[in-house]
């Protein structure tokens, strides 16, 4: 069985005390969650304040991205060991406003999916449509390319530390939820081509997350769809109440 993972995106929201009092409430309310992972991605800055909330506690922390180098001249960027010494088991990467904004293409997802997996961390890999792509009918074409091309030279064994995330562009801040049908046919996809490209028992136990407007009214349908195991939540994860009421879907 995979266990359920909720996983909150903060992007470039809260100074270091905002982060750490926010950290401390969810803390509070994932007390007791034995049968699902919690991740919080707070920014780079904030992480390692924030690690220091979470010593006693189930949650998990995140980067917002990785670079594939242990160190040297990346301006601007956090390595892998840098993202584990302040406290984190993760990073996500390739988020669509990494891919829209910065201009990350396929390439330079998957050599940041490489030193992610190579340092033992975690990847939160995200793929997604645009409204146009959807409405052209190519978003299975476009997310077999993004799968394709990121997961490039990820061996089997690494596979273990991959979770792929579904956000569909048009969905994500928006308000618009990808809906039950729409989410899980697309998760179904991933896991039969996750199934193609290595194996089906490794596409069984791989973890795929919906994520685009993930709301407390939303999050219990998402949940039961079979092939849906987690959230990637952004706005809502900026408030403890409503992050609560995600992570303890019914
Ligand atoms: C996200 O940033 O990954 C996201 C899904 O944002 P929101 O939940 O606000 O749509």
Redesign the pocket.
């Known amino acids: 069985m995979r266990r359920p993972l909720l996983a909150g ?1 903060w ?1 470039m929201h809260t100074n270091i005390l905002e982060a750490y009092l926010l950290v401390a409430e969810i803390g509070k309310c994932a007390a007791g969650l034995n049968d699902r992972d919690v991740i919080l991605a707070p920014p780079n800055v904030a992480l390692n304040a924030v690690s220091r909330v979470l010593l006693d506690s189930d949650v998990l922390l995140a980067s917002q991205n990785v670079c594939w180098a242990e160190e040297g001249a990346f301006t601007g960027e956090i390595s892998p060991a840098m993202v584990k010494s302040a406290g984190a088991v993760a990073s ?1 990467i390739g ?3 990494r891919r829209q904004i910065f201009h990350e293409d396929d390439e330079m997802i998957n050599k940041r999916v490489l030193g992610a997996v190579e340092y033992g961390l975690i990847a939160i890999f ?1 793929i997604g449509e645009t409204l146009e792509e959807r409405e052209s009918d190519t978003t299975f074409d476009i997310l077999e390319a993004q799968i394709r091309k990121g997961l490039a030279g990820v061996t089997a064994e690494a596979m273990k530390n991959m979770v792929v ?1 579904y ?1 569909p562009v048009w ?5 618009k ?1 990808a809906s039950k049908e729409q989410a899980q046919e697309v998760h179904a996809f991933i896991r039969k081509l996750l199934a193609e490209i290595y194996e089906k028992a490794i596409a069984d136990s791989v973890r795929i997350l919906y ?5 407390p009214d939303n999050v219990d349908e998402l949940m039961a769809q079979p092939d849906i195991d987690g ?7 900026l408030n403890a109440e409503s992050f609560c009421r995600i992570i303890n879907f019914n």
């Open positions: 995106n992007k996500i988020h669509s406003e995200c995330a956000e969905a994500i801040g928006t308000g939820t994520g685009g407007s993930v709301k959230a990637l939540v952004g706005g809502a994860a």
